[in-house]
């Protein structure tokens, strides 16, 4: 396995030990500040993608999205520059935490109150993105990291944190300026598809606020249940089934689960973004309506 040539190198101040994980348009490093040794995480421009201005541009829109977001649920942007072969970079925290994902791959589905305070946090994270004109857009599992010993904006999650983390897709509401050959470009698909909502699966409707609603909701279905409620047996099946047919409810996977917690996700999952809920503010209220 090729040694990455950053892993070693200090630049900008930083020193940069490792690698922690890669993407398609960028990778992730742990690295000290030399001068007072405090961990940070590094995002770089995969090298792959150097001097390519769409994708450049699409990295720089992370950055100056992220930049507009203050909230303790929102990862946040601690200052950018330039490598010295030419290649953008971000400073991010460093933090020792897990993503849903790994959650509930490791352990199963949550205990309904753990999963509905991670969704009150994951919700008042939306409702500041929102509040500073930014979509998400790829709302997954991988991309909600879940922190331990830190203090949150939700309550009844004890010591957990969320961080909504990874904002390479976020965008404007209804904005879609298509960055040449990138995942932005005129009709491709933005986004994670088993998490995408109808109106990002068949590009029919700007994506705006109440996509990130419709992805909130799979996301807390999946905490609850290790599945999701459209299901096919390939990514061809999955995206109809958005597009076209009904969610499998949660109470048929599992029984403990209050009705009112799925009819709340049934509207959230609506096809159509107009009855959905108007805010992640009235879907969050509405949550904190289910009895635990």
């Not at 450049?56 to 303790?72: G, K, N, Q, T, Y």
């Not at 309550?155 to 209804?174: C, N, Q, R, S």
Request: aromatic share 4%.
């Amino acid at each position: 396995m090729a040694v990455d040539p950053l892993v070693g190198r200090t630049e900008h101040g930083l020193h940069i030990e490792r690698l922690i994980a890669e993407g398609g348009m960028g990778a992730v490093y742990a690295a000290r500040r030399a001068a007072t040794g405090e961990p940070v995480a590094l995002k770089a421009l995969r090298r792959v993608h150097a001097g390519d201005s769409g994708i450049e541009s699409r990295f720089a829109r992370e950055v100056r999205l992220a930049r507009r977001i203050d909230h303790p649920n929102v990862c946040p942007v601690l200052g950018e520059g330039r490598l010295e072969d030419g290649r953008p970079f971000f400073v991010m925290p460093l933090f020792d935490g897990v993503t849903l994902s790994e959650d509930v791959r490791k352990r199963g589905p949550l205990p309904i109150g753990r999963a509905l305070g991670l969704a009150d946090q994951i919700l008042a994270g939306l409702a500041a993105m929102h509040a500073a004109k930014v979509v998400h857009r790829d709302l997954q599992p991988g991309n909600i990291l879940l922190v331990p010993g830190a203090r949150g904006a939700g309550e009844g999650e004890g010591a957990t944190t969320v961080k909504l983390i990874d904002l390479g897709f976020a965008h404007e509401p209804g904005v879609d300026t298509g960055d040449g050959v990138t995942p932005d470009s005129p009709g491709s698909l933005v986004g994670t598809l088993l998490f995408m909502s109808p109106e990002q699966a068949m590009r029919s409707r700007a994506i705006t606020e109440r996509s990130d609603l419709f992805a909130a909701a799979l996301l807390i279905y999946y905490a609850l249940s290790g599945k999701l409620p459209f299901r096919g047996r390939g990514d061809l099946d999955v995206l109809v089934a958005i597009v076209r047919s009904a969610p499998v409810p949660l109470r048929r996977e599992r029984r403990d689960v209050p009705r009112v917690l799925d009819e709340v996700l049934a509207r959230a999952l609506s096809k159509h973004p107009d009855h959905r809920f108007p805010s992640a503010s009235a879907m969050r209220d509405a949550l904190a309506g289910v009895p635990v």
